[in-house]
């Protein structure tokens, strides 16, 4: 027994010179199982396809066939190519167009949407239900909006006695009519990004600012906007990089016209990548699209952050 | 039966269902444009009662799966042309067995070596090329060999409805409607109509559209003797002649002689609605057209339908625009048996030609033309002339489509007044040439 007990007095000190366990957090190799996966299709799906389309972006290149190397000769004929470059201005326009407003639109309505009526709740439905809706089925819907002749819009103003302006044909109409169908599409998820960071703002503050005597335009002012300010610049990344992919609603409502004033620059790529076949063109295409949403949301990010450390 | 056979018997029968995968029908894949009416025509075998591209077509492979039971067809319908989703599938190598293509498309594919020749299957089945019109021949023969089998020809046509020109006093003595012979008289006769009718003397379908422009051109280069494609590698469309067919239709723009905002599904419900006076459309909508005026109470009906080749309006070749659709056969290997049902298939499109030329195209055989079948079908008597007047653009000249839409969309925007016509043309030029420079 005493030896039994003088067992841990005399393991204490073979115990202190034993190696230390294993650290858990030390780097291994059989770790990379767990991210396998993940690292697989990263690869495969993200990572190879954009190595690929940098490759075949230096290549002339068609849809069966990979061909001679190019160097920068895609890039240059993109530089000298006019509706290309009407397609970045188209772009622009249309981001332009549709990413402050669904910002404001979004904002405006979560605003008036967040209470806890029944009311609200219907409408809030009713907004955001555009959102599962197909691009297909939303072109279609504003397509009988905007026929003449026989459309919504025509019929209306045939009350009137008033031709309805052609949003499909009219040069100076057509992207402000895509762009109508997309901010009726697109309006629901930044309301309902709006609608969650509105209901995360502390009551108390409100409580606070009542017993102040502050008035409503003052409180939205101090205290909904600078709360809400984080998710703002969300939205607006998120649509940025949304909006810079316009194809489905340009595709299926004016075909790119006219006169290609409202080709975006992923229409273009289709056109020329899979129209055209050539392939090597449409690759050097989509790397500068790359670039312009890559270049167009890091400035936005870094223009809110750098304001947010000021204040 | 004692319990002993009836067990024979279900097993008998349950190895006949086992084996039967073994005697199964030749599967085959046949991809198509024309549109889908399976609500009307899905089940569809009498041919006969079939209206319409769609409806043919539809009962036609109907019926060759009722009449071979040993292949059958599974048919994919895409939305006209369907290039895109067919180049994709093709790069895939998930081709269909069988696919429309129209005659200026085949070139593309046949260049790469995607399609199969034909020469020797159509010979198998005792079809010869020497049956087919010179034009399907030459629209179907690449490198001397045949590459799609053709079943039709078509082009653009004059679709008129005689009740409004009687109204403008554009009709001749005999009943037939007065067709300008020069942009002049085009014009003069577009001003006539429009201040008796109070209607714009053309339907067009000008919204977004490029096809329509592109065939309008190539019609009047053609009348103007203007090779502009003496070099399939390379283009010349800056030119006078040119510059001529753009001023017209410019003209009959800024006038108001024509619809403006339609397109194309538009287009035709104002035709028929009588909104204008001249559709132009193609060989497709004559079955259509006739229909609706043999309908009471429609605006064809009431005073008739015409239907004519565009009228030839300058002092050159007698020639318009021509185009055809083919059956091609994607390149693979295959077993005999496939072989021999893609064969059959198209033996069966070659004996049902006649049928399929009920739609307003033109038979792609000599014999059916020649045919008192089809010279009784309605309006053949104005438009068969096609077949002779009918020019497509040299076989040589590749991606058909992509200069189609690029003319169209340089013409479009010259017209509507958005580009000045000299740098739309210029433009339309250089645009075509790079393309073509870089295939």
């Not at chain 1, 190696?19 to 780097?27: E, H, L, R, W």
């Not at chain 1, 810079?244 to 595709?251: N, P, S, V």
């Not at chain 2, 029908?25 to 209206?51: P, S």
């Not at chain 2, 053609?222 to 800056?238: G, I, T, Y």
């Given at each position: 027994?005493a030896?039994?007990?003088?067992?841990?007095?005399?393991?204490t000190?073979?115990?202190?010179?034993?190696?230390p366990?294993?650290d858990?957090?030390a780097?291994?190799?059989?770790n990379?199982i767990f991210v396998a996966?993940?690292?697989?299709?990263?690869?495969?799906?993200?990572?190879f396809?954009?190595?690929?389309?940098?490759w075949?972006?230096f290549h002339?290149a068609?849809t069966?066939s990979s061909g001679?190397?190019v160097?920068?000769g895609?890039y240059?004929?993109?530089?000298?190519?006019k509706?290309?470059?009407?397609s970045?201005?188209?772009?622009?326009?249309?981001v332009?167009?549709?990413?402050?407003?669904?910002a404001?639109?979004?904002?405006f309505?979560?605003?008036?949407?967040?209470?806890?009526?029944?009311?609200a709740a219907?409408?809030r439905?009713?907004?955001?239900?555009?959102?599962v809706?197909?691009v297909t089925?939303?072109?279609?819907?504003?397509?009988?909006?905007?026929?003449?002749?026989?459309?919504l819009l025509?019929?209306?103003?045939?009350?009137?006695?008033a031709?309805?302006?052609a949003?499909?044909s009219?040069?100076?109409?057509?992207?402000i009519?895509?762009a109508?169908?997309?901010?009726?599409?697109?309006?629901?998820?930044p309301?309902?990004?709006?609608?969650?960071?509105?209901?995360?703002i502390?009551?108390?503050?409100?409580?606070?600012a009542?017993?102040?005597?502050?008035?409503r335009?003052?409180?939205?002012?101090s205290?909904?906007l600078?709360?809400?300010?984080?998710?703002?610049?969300?939205?607006?990344?998120?649509?940025?990089?949304?909006?810079f992919?316009l194809f489905?609603?340009?595709?299926l409502?004016?075909?790119?016209?006219?006169n290609?004033?409202t080709?975006?620059?992923?229409?273009?790529?289709?056109?020329?990548?899979?129209?055209r076949w050539?392939l090597?063109?449409?690759?050097?295409a989509s790397?500068?699209?790359?670039?312009?949403?890559?270049?167009?949301?890091?400035?936005?990010y870094?223009?809110a952050?750098n304001?947010?450390?000021?204040? | 039966?004692?319990?002993?056979k009836?067990l024979?018997?279900?097993?008998?029968?349950?190895?006949?269902?086992l084996?039967?995968?073994?005697?199964?029908?030749t599967?085959?894949t046949v991809?198509?444009?024309?549109g889908?009416c399976?609500?009307?025509f899905?089940?569809n075998?009498?041919?006969?009662?079939?209206?319409g591209?769609?409806g043919?077509i539809?009962?036609?492979?109907?019926?060759?799966?009722?009449?071979n039971p040993?292949?059958?067809?599974?048919?994919?319908?895409v939305?006209w042309p369907?290039?895109?989703?067919?180049?994709?599938?093709?790069a895939s190598?998930d081709?269909?067995d069988?696919?429309?293509?129209?005659?200026?498309?085949?070139?593309?594919?046949?260049s790469k070596?995607?399609?199969m020749?034909?020469?020797?299957l159509?010979?198998?089945?005792?079809?010869t090329?020497d049956?087919?019109?010179d034009?399907?021949?030459?629209?179907?023969?690449?490198?001397?060999?045949?590459?799609?089998?053709p079943i039709d020809?078509?082009?653009?046509?004059?679709?008129i409805?005689?009740d409004?020109?009687?109204?403008?006093d554009l009709?001749?003595?005999d009943?037939?409607?007065?067709?300008?012979?020069s942009p002049?008289?085009?014009l003069?006769?577009?001003?006539?109509?429009?201040q008796k009718?109070?209607?714009?003397y053309?339907v067009?379908?000008?919204?977004?559209e490029?096809?329509?422009?592109t065939?309008?051109?190539?019609?009047?280069?053609?009348?103007q003797?203007?090779?502009?494609f003496?070099?399939?590698?390379h283009?010349k469309l800056?030119?006078?002649e040119?510059?001529k067919?753009?001023e017209m239709?410019?003209a009959?723009?800024?006038k108001?002689?024509?619809?403006?905002d339609?397109?194309y599904?538009g287009?035709?419900?104002?035709?028929l609605?009588?909104?204008g006076?001249?559709?132009?459309n193609g060989?497709w909508?004559?079955?259509?057209?006739?229909?609706?005026?043999?309908?009471?109470?429609?605006?064809?009906?009431?005073?008739?339908?015409?239907?004519?080749?565009?009228?030839?309006?300058f002092?050159?070749a007698?020639?318009?625009y021509?185009d055809?659709?083919?059956?091609a056969?994607?390149?693979?290997d295959?077993?005999p048996e496939?072989?021999?049902?893609?064969?059959?298939?198209?033996k069966?499109?070659a004996?049902?030609?006649?049928?399929?030329?009920?739609t307003?195209h033109?038979?792609?055989?000599?014999?059916i033309?020649?045919s008192?079948?089809?010279?009784?079908?309605p309006?053949?008597?104005t438009?068969?002339?096609?077949?002779?007047?009918g020019?497509?653009?040299?076989?040589?000249?590749?991606?058909?489509?992509?200069?189609?839409?690029?003319?169209?969309?340089?013409?479009s925007?010259?017209?509507?007044?958005?580009?000045?016509?000299?740098?739309?043309?210029?433009?339309?030029e250089?645009?075509?040439?790079?393309?073509?420079?870089?295939i």
């Amino acid at each position: 027994m005493a030896d039994q007990l003088a067992m841990p007095h005399t393991a204490t000190p073979a115990a202190s010179v034993r190696t230390p366990s294993a650290d858990i957090y030390a780097p291994q190799w059989r770790n990379v199982i767990f991210v396998a996966p993940f690292l697989f299709f990263f690869t495969t799906l993200l990572l190879f396809p954009l190595l690929w389309g940098i490759w075949l972006s230096f290549h002339k290149a068609d849809t069966f066939s990979s061909g001679n190397f190019v160097g920068l000769g895609n890039y240059v004929r993109l530089y000298h190519d006019k509706v290309f470059l009407q397609s970045i201005w188209n772009t622009f326009y249309f981001v332009l167009l549709t990413v402050p407003t669904l910002a404001l639109i979004g904002l405006f309505l979560a605003l008036c949407l967040n209470r806890r009526t029944r009311t609200a709740a219907v409408l809030r439905t009713l907004f955001f239900s555009s959102s599962v809706l197909s691009v297909t089925i939303v072109t279609l819907i504003w397509r009988i909006v905007f026929i003449p002749n026989v459309g919504l819009l025509s019929t209306i103003y045939g009350w009137f006695g008033a031709t309805a302006p052609a949003f499909i044909s009219n040069p100076s109409l057509a992207m402000i009519g895509i762009a109508i169908a997309t901010l009726w599409w697109c309006i629901g998820l930044p309301m309902m990004l709006f609608l969650s960071a509105l209901q995360q703002i502390p009551r108390d503050i409100y409580e606070a600012a009542a017993l102040d005597n502050a008035n409503r335009w003052q409180t939205l002012r101090s205290i909904t906007l600078p709360s809400i300010k984080r998710t703002f610049v969300l939205v607006v990344i998120i649509q940025i990089v949304l909006q810079f992919q316009l194809f489905g609603q340009a595709w299926l409502m004016t075909r790119g016209g006219p006169n290609n004033l409202t080709k975006p620059i992923v229409l273009y790529i289709y056109d020329t990548a899979f129209r055209r076949w050539d392939l090597g063109m449409g690759a050097a295409a989509s790397e500068i699209l790359f670039i312009l949403i890559l270049v167009a949301a890091m400035a936005q990010y870094l223009v809110a952050r750098n304001k947010g450390d000021r204040a | 039966m004692t319990m002993r056979k009836m067990l024979f018997a279900a097993v008998s029968a349950g190895a006949m269902a086992l084996a039967s995968p073994s005697l199964a029908a030749t599967e085959l894949t046949v991809q198509r444009f024309f549109g889908a009416c399976d609500a009307d025509f899905g089940t569809n075998t009498d041919v006969g009662k079939a209206v319409g591209e769609c409806g043919i077509i539809t009962s036609l492979i109907n019926k060759f799966n009722a009449d071979n039971p040993d292949v059958h067809v599974n048919v994919a319908t895409v939305e006209w042309p369907g290039y895109d989703q067919l180049t994709a599938q093709f790069a895939s190598g998930d081709a269909p067995d069988i696919v429309t293509i129209h005659e200026s498309a085949l070139s593309d594919y046949q260049s790469k070596g995607l399609l199969m020749p034909l020469d020797d299957l159509l010979k198998s089945v005792g079809v010869t090329p020497d049956a087919f019109t010179d034009a399907a021949r030459n629209g179907a023969a690449k490198d001397g060999k045949i590459y799609g089998l053709p079943i039709d020809s078509w082009t653009m046509l004059y679709h008129i409805n005689m009740d409004l020109f009687k109204q403008a006093d554009l009709v001749n003595a005999d009943g037939t409607p007065i067709l300008p012979k020069s942009p002049e008289e085009l014009l003069a006769q577009a001003e006539q109509f429009k201040q008796k009718t109070g209607k714009p003397y053309f339907v067009q379908n000008l919204a977004n559209e490029t096809a329509l422009y592109t065939r309008n051109l190539y019609t009047y280069l053609f009348q103007q003797n203007s090779d502009f494609f003496a070099d399939p590698k390379h283009v010349k469309l800056n030119t006078p002649e040119a510059k001529k067919v753009v001023e017209m239709y410019k003209a009959i723009f800024d006038k108001g002689y024509t619809t403006k905002d339609l397109d194309y599904g538009g287009a035709i419900n104002a035709f028929l609605a009588g909104e204008g006076g001249v559709q132009l459309n193609g060989t497709w909508v004559v079955g259509d057209n006739n229909a609706q005026s043999e309908t009471k109470g429609t605006a064809l009906n009431k005073d008739g339908y015409a239907v004519y080749p565009y009228p030839q309006l300058f002092g050159g070749a007698h020639a318009q625009y021509a185009d055809g659709h083919t059956w091609a056969v994607s390149q693979k290997d295959r077993t005999p048996e496939q072989t021999a049902a893609i064969g059959k298939f198209l033996k069966f499109f070659a004996d049902n030609d006649f049928d399929w030329s009920r739609t307003g195209h033109l038979p792609a055989y000599k014999a059916i033309i020649a045919s008192e079948a089809f010279k009784a079908l309605p309006h053949r008597n104005t438009i068969t002339a096609v077949a002779d007047l009918g020019k497509p653009l040299p076989s040589a000249v590749q991606r058909q489509f992509a200069i189609q839409d690029i003319i169209g969309e340089e013409m479009s925007a010259a017209i509507t007044g958005q580009k000045d016509i000299d740098a739309a043309l210029a433009d339309m030029e250089s645009r075509v040439n790079e393309l073509l420079a870089n295939i």
